[in-house]
């Protein structure tokens, strides 16, 4: 991932002063023990011209049994509580380190990271909050937030306060964004996977029907892969479907006779030398970009005979390949026709791509 998003924190935010804000409005310390004897610590906290919102830990250890605590997200506004939330966690006992605390108009946006997932959790003044599942890598510029894809090279993108889907972007194209300070809000492409799917092929250098159909969906799926609902609890949070296939045709050249060896290389070095044209806030065009970035990548590996250093693929452990093979109306015919040639294979496959 680009070093730009090895972040789990608003890089913009002053998390100190902001919690100093927060308890100067409230008129608290910032810790303190209660009389019941509960610890309370004041963990984020974030302020606007008429209202205050601090996440709030409170806890208290009984000897020889457990530690009592929770989190709570409030909001008021002089003296009335407009909100309070527990903070939706895997269990508050592993913490909860909250990377950014916004109001924004009516509503009062969070990012956490606890046991298990970074979460985006945003609350109006009534009803259940709205959340999503991002990347422990993230940034936020604005109000849009970028983080690390499932796919590899990839950028996701969402706003705030909604949590609305934004187009995803090439890594080096959403480094542009952020050394620009600003991220261009792209919708998702709004069309059926197949349309889309077509506009990309044909911008593409020209490959036979199934090697190009495989590099297009192997690559560039998320570019018309419905993002899950919005949950409203933690145990609703999408998991893993499965282990992205953004190394297939890596796992294509290596299992095939000489001729087709050559015609995958052929088609990564094609798409690998596109160039940049059209429209960069067309989701074809940027589909394309990650494609050809990740074309000379993948020509670069199988020329090695290997995935780079430091990387490990497990697309085919069991659970992904039986879950993947479920998956079939999200894919291009192409790529499926591979999967199914590869398939009896996997046991091979999964420990060459797990080898280094």
């Not at 991932?1 to 100093?20: V, Y």
């Not at 940034?139 to 090279?153: K, M, N, P, Q």
């Not at 949590?163 to 080096?172: G, I, K, Q, S």
Request: aromatic share 8%; proline share 8%.
């Amino acid at each position: 991932m680009d070093p730009l998003l090895d972040l789990d924190h608003d890089p913009h935010g002053d998390a100190e002063t902001a919690i100093d804000r927060a308890c100067a409005r409230l008129g608290r310390p910032r810790a303190w023990i209660a009389d019941d004897g509960y610890e309370h610590e004041i963990v984020a906290g974030a302020v606007d011209d008429a209202r205050v919102a601090w996440v709030e830990r409170r806890a208290l250890e009984r000897p020889g049994q457990y530690v009592d605590v929770d989190y709570y997200l409030r909001v008021r506004a002089g003296d009335a509580l407009l909100r309070e939330w527990t903070v939706d966690t895997y269990n508050p006992y592993f913490g909860c380190d909250v990377g950014a605390l916004k109001l924004l108009g009516d509503d009062v946006v969070m990012i956490y990271r606890e046991k298990h997932a970074t979460i985006a959790a945003a609350l109006g003044p009534a009803g259940a909050p709205r959340m999503r599942r991002l990347s422990d890598h993230w940034r936020l510029l604005g109000d849009v937030v970028l983080h690390a894809s499932e796919a590899r090279g990839l950028v996701e993108r969402f706003t705030l306060p909604t949590l609305a889907p934004l187009a995803p972007l090439p890594a080096a194209v959403a480094a542009d964004h952020l050394s620009h300070g600003t991220s261009p809000r792209v919708p998702p492409a709004g069309v059926d996977a197949a349309a889309l799917q077509r506009r990309i092929l044909a911008r593409l250098p020209r490959a036979t029907a199934p090697i190009a159909e495989m590099l297009v969906g192997a690559l560039a799926y998320r570019f018309w892969d419905d993002p899950p609902p919005l949950a409203a609890r933690y145990d609703d949070l999408e998991r893993a479907r499965w282990n992205p296939p953004c190394w297939l045709p890596f796992y294509a050249h290596h299992a095939a006779g000489p001729t087709a060896r050559r015609a995958i290389l052929e088609a990564l070095d094609a798409a690998a030398t596109r160039p940049p044209a059209g429209d960069p806030a067309d989701v074809a065009e940027l589909a394309c970009r990650h494609i050809a970035d990740r074309a000379r990548e993948l020509a670069a590996a199988c020329r090695l005979g290997h995935l780079p250093e430091e990387t490990s693929c497990y697309f085919w452990a069991d659970w992904s390949r039986a879950a993947f093979g479920r998956a079939l109306d999200l894919f291009p015919a192409g790529l499926w026709a591979t999967w199914t040639a590869l398939e009896p294979r996997a046991r091979d496959l999964l420990a060459l791509g797990s080898e280094r």
